[in-house]
């Protein structure tokens, strides 16, 4: 099957949970002998069209930032969408996996499979609604009607979490979506030693103002009121950074914290994450949250937000983390039982997370696109 993904940014030039799950799934589909192609911004020197783990990667435009002001760039999602069509009009494919955002490239694959009677399905990993006037203040009016334009678009739909497909269901869709959630390669975790640089918390993720890293800081400056030594890693790359820097800084724990962007590779991650006691990720929008499984696969309980709109929750239980309300004051006092209970959770961490390996979600995802192509 000839299987293209199409998403304006491509791992590992920019690392989200998105472009991870598109390269993690594109490689082991090609490994099964598919025909896969990865649709993006072309991050990349030389040609625009290389190859990269058996899979073909298509550059269609220049590489342009993703946000301006802290929040996605309408522009950039416009452009890439209309430069979308004619790239599609000239390929074939059997398939087309659209990423839900940014919407635009969803229009533009409709555009390009109805001209050319191809199949297409729309894989949604959030779904924001009513939070789009929370993002946006008053346009979020524009962003909440186009987000339930893209799922009224009469194609297959895959969610990558319980949660964002319940959110689909409450947009109004006819057709139950199909869950296949992210996933980990738990046998290259196991094999990957620590990191000789070691804290008690650490965060990874893109450093985004959902994702409430400032309240972390501020819940650490408490914890670090009662044990002076505790230290903290955040990873990531985002809009939010000089803040965040600016914030530490005034409250003169720059010694206890580092701030790490996004390192070239993923086993320094992994070493990082074994080389830590606790993952804490206060957000209240993750659609799924990779970053999180990563760590129970390397035996960290999970401290994350018990909000509606945070997927990680589903990962969690009495044995594998603990919720917190969104507060400075629970999130510090959550993250103190962590810290006092993690050895003795590791092991029930890592078997959830043995639950989601790649190869069993490509099963999935496999048997879905069979039922979307027939023969």
Not at 29 to 48: F, N, S, T
Not at 178 to 187: A, E, F, Q
Not at 285 to 307: K, N, Q, S, Y
Request: charged residues 25%.
């Amino acid at each position: 099957m000839k299987i293209a993904f199409v998403y304006d940014v491509v791992y590992p030039w920019v690392k989200g949970g998105v472009e991870k799950r598109i390269h993690e799934l594109a490689e082991r589909l090609a490994v099964r002998g598919h025909d896969v192609h990865i649709i993006g911004m072309k991050y990349w020197e030389g040609p625009d069209t290389m190859t990269q783990g058996g899979v073909t990667l298509h550059g269609i435009c220049p590489a342009r930032p993703l946000y301006v002001g802290g929040r996605r760039s309408i522009r950039q999602a416009l452009w890439f969408g209309a430069l979308l069509v004619p790239f599609l009009v000239r390929e074939d494919f059997d398939l087309i996996d659209c990423q839900q955002f940014p919407f635009f490239s969803c229009f533009s694959v409709s555009l390009a499979t109805v001209l050319k009677k191809e199949h297409c399905a729309i894989t949604w990993h959030e779904v924001w609604d009513e939070s789009w006037y929370d993002y946006l203040g008053w346009p979020g009016f524009f962003g909440r009607v186009t987000e339930r334009l893209v799922a009224r678009l009469p194609y297959p739909r895959i969610a990558v979490s319980a949660t964002t497909a319940g959110k689909l269901r409450l947009l109004g869709i006819r057709q139950e979506p199909c869950i296949v959630p992210n996933g980990i390669d738990t046998g290259r975790i196991q094999t990957i030693p620590p990191a000789h640089n070691t804290s008690d918390i650490i965060f990874t993720g893109r450093l985004i103002r959902e994702k409430h890293i400032d309240l972390l800081v501020r819940a650490f400056f408490r914890l670090l009121q009662e044990c002076p030594e505790r230290a903290m890693i955040i990873l990531g790359e985002g809009p939010e950074r000089g803040s965040l820097e600016a914030l530490i800084r005034n409250l003169g724990i720059t010694e206890r914290v580092q701030i790490i962007p996004f390192v070239e590779s993923h086993d320094a991650v992994i070493g990082l994450m074994k080389a830590s006691h606790v993952f804490v990720i206060p957000s209240t929008r993750e659609g799924f949250g990779i970053a999180a499984l990563e760590a129970l696969g390397c035996g960290l309980p999970v401290v994350t937000v018990d909000h509606p709109d945070n997927a990680v929750r589903e990962l969690i239980t009495e044995q594998t983390g603990f919720l917190s309300s969104l507060s400075e004051n629970d999130l510090s006092a959550t993250i103190r039982v962590a810290l006092a209970n993690y050895p003795s959770m590791k092991t029930a961490c890592r078997a959830i997370a043995e639950t989601h390996d790649w190869e069993t979600m490509v099963d999935r995802l496999e048997r879905e696109y069979r039922r979307i192509v027939p023969g």
